[in-house]
């Protein structure tokens, strides 16, 4: 039986405050994303990670099925003490029980959730262990220690992970984030914000591309 390689392609956000775009806008930017992406991964079986966390992950969720992708959700915890975390409650029987329905896989990390923030910034880091590239709704403000985003992106950044970044305002066009190749880690998340450059379906298309290409030779290399 033949095997397709697997790209994973996940969301991480700030808090819904930080927020301005609306639900239908994120989740049309995250089609645009995820359906250029996929054209590079033709021979690939798309993957779409999200913990359906209030906010982008549950339009991005939905954009990825849309686009065909297979949803894995990564909970934090048990999905009804995640559930009590929600603060828009009718929102879980609108948008999050029926995404959690849809998903191929559920991984809850803990068994409980006695510390929400704590659990909340590990799923987002576990996403982001776990994507070959990650999707950030992101502000651009932040920096790494606060258990925040800025964490998370800088735990993709060092990991050799592409980030493709939109603007939590809405104001700016998508860019991306590219990793430090060869640079020391610790680094500045600053000065990566600041050499985010645009980048167009075209060149996200090829991005996933190259992914699956450098995916494919750290595969080979291990297998040796």
């Keep these: 039986m033949k095997t397709y390689p697997t790209l994973r392609i996940g969301i991480a956000s700030q808090d819904s405050k930080h927020i301005r775009l609306a639900p239908h806008d994120l989740s049309h930017r995250c089609l645009d994303i995820l359906t250029a992406i996929s054209r590079g991964g033709r021979t690939a079986r ?23 992708y297979r949803l894995d959700v990564i909970l934090p915890g048990p999905s009804e003490d995640y559930e009590k975390t929600f603060t828009d409650k ?18 809850a990390l803990a068994d409980e959730m006695s510390a929400p923030r704590a659990a909340a910034s590990a799923a987002d880091l576990e996403i982001a262990r776990l994507s070959d590239i990650l999707v950030v709704v992101w502000n651009g403000e932040g920096e ?9 992106i800088s735990a993709a950044l060092t990991a050799g992970t592409p980030i493709v970044w939109i603007d939590a305002e809405g104001r700016r066009p998508r860019r991306v984030l590219m990793p430090p190749g060869g640079e020391a880690a610790p680094f500045s998340l600053a000065r ?4 985010a450059i645009h980048i167009t379906p075209r060149r996200l ?18 297998e040796t």
């Excluded at 009718?90 to 991984?107: E, G, K, M």
């Excluded at 790494?144 to 998370?152: N, P, Q, V």
């Design 46 to 68: 798309c993957v779409a990670l999200s913990t359906l966390a209030e906010g982008p992950s549950r339009p991005f969720a939905e954009a990825a099925l849309l686009a065909r």
């Design 192 to 195: 990566y914000r600041s050499r």
């Design 144 to 152: 790494t220690g606060d258990g925040g985003l800025a964490d998370t």
């Design 90 to 107: 009718a929102a879980i029987l609108q948008t999050y029980r029926p995404l959690l329905a849809r998903a191929a896989s559920v991984t």
């Design 205 to 222: 298309t090829t991005m996933s591309a190259q992914t699956l290409t450098a995916n494919a030779g750290t595969e080979a290399a291990a």
